[in-house]
């Protein structure tokens, strides 16, 4: 079975964030929803494991850094949920490229 990208991403980040159950049809914009006020706990309370979980994902110092420093405050937790989701789905495509070859 072949489970959409979005999907295997979600599942990806389902252990790291404690997520309930991923439903198999699930849009990008949904996750990062689910994603951004768990994120934005984490900025408040647990910034530590959040920078953990960044590495983990191996979303990148630089663009870590560039989030964390050029974000507006409001859409700071968005645009970090936007770029671990986005690079869950990278990962997803290389497996599966790799894996097909």
Known sequence: ???PLI??????LQK???????AEAFSEEELVS????LIKTMLDRDFEKLLQICYRVDLGEEKLKTILHKSDTE??????????VARQILKAEIRR???ES
Do not use: Q, V
Request: net charge negative.
């Open 1 to 3: 079975m072949n489970l």
């Open 7 to 12: 999907t295997e991403a979600a599942h990806s």
């Open 16 to 22: 790291d964030f404690a997520l309930p159950a991923i």
């Open 34 to 37: 689910l994603l951004t006020p």
């Open 75 to 84: 859409t700071l937790a968005s645009d970090l949920a936007r770029a671990l």
């Open 97 to 99: 490229k790799y894996s």
